[in-house]
T-cell receptor
Framework: KNEVEQSPQNLTAQEGEFITINCSYS?????LHWLQQHPGGGIVSLFM???GKKKHGRLIATINIQEKHSSLHITASHPRDSAVYIC??????????????FGQGTILTVHP | SAVISQKPSRDICQRGTSLTIQCQVD?????MFWYRQQPGQSLTLIAT?????????ESGFVIDKFPISRPNLTFSTLTVSNMSPEDSSIYLC??????????FGQGTRLTVV
């Protein structure tokens, strides 16, 4: 079993819809990251969370440490949000701070 | 924040040859990470590049195939040696500062023919 599972793997939405992507993990973590990857391959960090909730523009990320679960929400989705969204975590403890373990990604397509 | 300049952005290489990928960070960082993303897959860690010591490789990756240099705290290279079509992937470098988000290079899209 993977240490991090994302759902759904593929998501299609109409412009304006509210979108939720889920991430569950099975180990103790130091922080959880939400990342966005565009078709060219470049990756941009959206959020880093260790507790609670963060908001940036139309994006909201939440994490429940006890349930080992995080969600990424996009309000009023737009075609430019089409990308692959990846959750990743850094392990609690250890010496390689910054080493990320990645989920398999969610391919989001938003149609006009 | 950090800005990472990664080159080349893409290359098409003949099998049996080697390609060196460079990452330059605009601030000092202790550890840099090299990842591979095979087509349709998520990212997998190749190795952790430490300044002043040998890189630490993950299971399934060896130094002879993926030699890494880390001459200072802002620069690292990854070489993909004796390439085969199975090495066709996106390669990315990354840094994470304590209590901050992760930063990535732009990625190198490698095609081996």
């Amino acid at each position: 079993k993977n240490e991090v599972e994302q759902s759904p793997q593929n998501l299609t939405a109409q412009e304006g819809e509210f979108i939720t992507i889920n991430c569950s993990y099975s180990v103790g973590i130091s922080a959880l990251h939400w990342l966005q990857q565009h078709p060219g391959g470049g990756i941009v960090s959206l959020f880093m969370l260790s507790s609670g909730k963060k908001k940036h523009g139309r994006l909201i990320a939440t994490i429940n440490i006890q349930e080992k679960h995080s969600s990424l929400h996009i309000t009023a989705s737009h075609p430019r949000d089409s990308a692959v969204y990846i959750c990743a975590f850094t392990n609690a403890g250890g010496t390689s701070y910054g080493k990320l373990t990645f989920g398999q990604g969610t391919i989001l397509t938003v149609h006009p | 924040s950090a800005v990472i300049s990664q080159k080349p952005s893409r290359d098409i290489c003949q099998r049996g040859t080697s390609l060196t990928i460079q990452c330059q960070v605009d601030s000092q960082v202790t550890m840099m990470f090299w990842y591979r993303q095979q087509p349709g897959q998520s990212l997998t860690l190749i190795a952790t590049a430490n300044q002043g010591s040998e890189a630490t490789y993950e299971s399934g990756f060896v130094i002879d195939k993926f030699p890494i240099s880390r001459p200072n705290l802002t620069f690292s290279t990854l070489t993909v040696s004796n390439m085969s079509p199975e090495d066709s992937s996106i390669y990315l470098c990354s840094v994470v500062y304590m209590n901050t988000e992760a930063f990535f290079g732009q990625g190198t899209r490698l095609t081996v023919v």
